[in-house]
């Protein structure tokens, strides 16, 4: 996937390290400072990650920078993908650029480009759908119909 610099830094400024990452052993981990992640998380402040989705990031930021060059290529997995998905907001801007819709329409591409690869091209509505999820699905069939009413 190729992402801007600006990109890898609203990414970067989102994602913190799980204190899993660096603790010794569980014991460590259960002691570090009550929390699971260094940076505190607030509201959609940021995500718990990897430390290689942080050196990933981390290493294409540095390349831009040292190469003076405004995007670049980075190998992501489904993992980072989805992630990133999570953290990307339609609204995002940095360094007085809005990124947030370029981000979100790369990570878009990917999942299809992924799911096209996993299921070929079927028709998402025959996938298995969890009974929890069938039931909400009927609760709104439920609610839609009362105001056909």
């Known amino acids: ?3 801007t610099k600006n990109e890898l830094l609203y990414i970067d400024d989102k994602i913190t390290l799980s204190l899993f990452d660096i603790a010794e052993d569980e014991e460590d981990y259960f002691n570090l400072i009550g929390e699971e992640s260094l940076k505190p998380r607030s509201g959609n402040s940021s995500v718990i990650t990897s430390l290689e989705l942080i050196y990933k990031i981390s290493k294409a930021c540095l390349e831009c920078e040292e190469n003076n060059i405004n995007e670049i ?23 007085n650029e809005n990124i947030g819709i370029s981000l979100k329409l790369k990570i878009m591409k990917e999942i299809v480009n992924i799911f096209h690869e996993d299921f070929g091209d079927i028709d998402i509505s025959s996938l298995p759908v969890s009974k929890k999820r069938e039931k909400k699905k009927s609760d709104v069939k439920k609610i839609l119909e009362g105001f056909k009413e």
């Open 1 to 3: 996937m190729i992402l």
């Open 73 to 95: 290529e980075i190998d992501l997995n489904v993992k980072d993908i989805i992630l990133i998905r999570e953290i990307a907001q339609s609204n995002a801007k940095i360094n």
